[in-house]
């Protein structure tokens, strides 16, 4: 990592953010950060901007910044932007799907329903997409939805291993494999839609 990178140092400190090692209230101070990066105060500065466009610090009135994690609207905005994203990802993809893609993601979602790890889960799932979407032959695409889809990490660990929530995840992800093996775009297009739509409401 190159640590003078304001975009790495927001990616550091986002991922501090979603894993609580910096949590909700936490008081984020440029000179701590600098020594911590070993930079000005510059790049921290940029990077607390990035953080705060994201939704996931507030400036207060005393002009400290505090994490404040992901707002609603900050959620509903980066689950409307994947909707796009995705969706174009997947009906692009459709035309040069292959059955070794499919089984790909199956045999992911097999280790999905049984995964208990927060961490590894978050892994096959990304996967798991990255599976249905990489035919789309867009690699700027995939690597904005990959960011996009780590920001959010509430699924991992609002979802257990033999919860309701797992089991309706795995219906719909087992719906959009059926659909994708049998080359239903716009069926898989709806599916992924609604998956999505269930984040939003959660």
């Keep these: 990592m190159d640590p003078s990178s304001r975009s790495e140092i927001a990616r550091c400190l986002q991922e501090d953010i979603r894993l609580g090692r910096l949590p909700q209230g936490f008081i984020l101070r440029q000179e701590a950060l600098a020594e911590r990066f070993g930079v000005s105060r510059q790049p921290i500065r940029l990077a607390i901007e990035a953080l705060r466009t994201s939704g996931l610090v507030a400036v207060r009135r005393d002009r400290s ?20 994203l995705e969706r174009e990802a997947l009906v692009l993809a459709m035309p040069h799907l292959t059955k070794r893609d499919v089984l790909s993601a199956r045999q992911l979602q097999e280790r999905i329903e049984v995964e208990t790890e927060p961490r590894l889960l978050e892994e096959l799932d990304v996967a798991f997409h990255a599976a249905l979407y990489k035919p789309c032959n867009n690699a700027r695409l995939l690597v904005l939805i990959e960011e996009l889809r780590r920001e959010d990490r509430r699924p991992y660990r609002e979802q257990p291993a033999g919860s309701a929530a797992r089991a309706k995840w795995s219906r719909q ?30």
């Design 65 to 84: 910044v505090e994490v404040v994690g992901m707002s609603a609207d900050a959620l509903r905005d980066l689950l409307s932007v994947r909707v796009l």
């Design 173 to 202: 992800h087992r719906k959009m494999l059926s659909k994708c093996a049998a080359g239903d775009a716009a069926g898989a297009v709806a599916v992924l839609e609604e998956h999505l739509a269930d984040l939003k409401r959660g």
